[in-house]
């Protein structure tokens, strides 16, 4: 089976702009999160998606969203970037059938940079 | 709330000894589940194993094996015969059944000396 893929690997940006990730879960899973990674502030969770419908959302502010499609991709969207938005983003996707704590798997990230 | 505690920010073993990274947390949940992830410097996050609380058996995956302890909420992770390969960064995670996130540990950074 094909891993969880995260396109684009790498981008650019600057302060203002918006900028949306994408992330195709692996084949048959529904759950997919999105975490952000920061040397300064580790691992955050920013928000878990199961069948179209958000489940959870971590502390972040509302310029950060997602969404998730029928097939189960999902993608995040960052308005307004601000240069604290520079981060590694992850994306992980669990089968999440009866049991919220299916094993995540995750992506190779997203590395965004506002400049 | 809960919390995951890694207080090794930085651990060196040579090559074939054996390593333990240290993790401890904090929960009011009964049931929940832990990880030790892999990150190496492509970022790849990997899954090392995975423990249920409800099993009082460790976990093992080959050279990896937990040392599990839910009274005193800690869990550690067992690197026998360390190879180069193993040189990445190391979290520990906890997931609960009620809010579908993984919270992580700051990170053990693991250096692998031939």
């Known amino acids: 089976k094909a891993g969880v893929t995260q396109t684009p690997r790498y981008l650019i940006k600057t302060r203002g702009q918006q900028v949306t990730l994408s992330c195709s879960p692996i084949s048959g899973h529904r759950s997919v999160s999105w975490y952000q990674q920061t040397p300064g502030q580790g691992l955050q969770f920013l928000f878990e998606?199961?069948?179209?419908?958000?489940?959870n959302k971590g502390n972040f502010p509302g310029r950060f969203s997602g969404r998730q499609f029928s097939n189960s991709r999902s993608e995040m969207n960052v308005s307004t970037l601000e240069l604290g938005d520079s981060a590694l983003y992850l994306c992980a996707s669990s089968l999440s059938l009866a049991e919220s704590t299916d094993t995540q798997y995750f992506g190779p990230g997203t590395r965004l940079t506002v400049l | 709330a809960q919390t995951v505690t890694q207080s090794q920010p930085e651990m060196s073993v040579q090559e074939a000894e054996t390593v333990t990274l240290s993790c401890t947390y904090d929960?009011?949940?009964?049931?929940?589940?832990l990880f030790w992830y892999k990150q190496p410097p492509s970022r790849q996050m990997i899954l090392v194993i995975r423990q249920e609380a409800y099993k009082q058996q460790n976990a093992t995956e080959n050279r990896f094996s937990v040392n599990f302890q839910k009274a005193a909420k800690s869990f550690s992770l067992k690197i026998s015969d360390s190879q180069l390969g193993d040189a990445a960064m190391y979290f520990c995670?906890?997931?609960?059944?009620?809010?579908?996130?993984?919270?992580w540990g700051a990170g053990t950074k693991l250096i692998i000396k031939p």
């Open positions: 929960t009011s949940e009964s049931d929940y589940y």
């Open positions: 998606y199961f069948s179209e419908t958000q489940r």
């Open positions: 995670a906890y997931i609960g059944n009620s809010n579908y996130q993984l919270i």
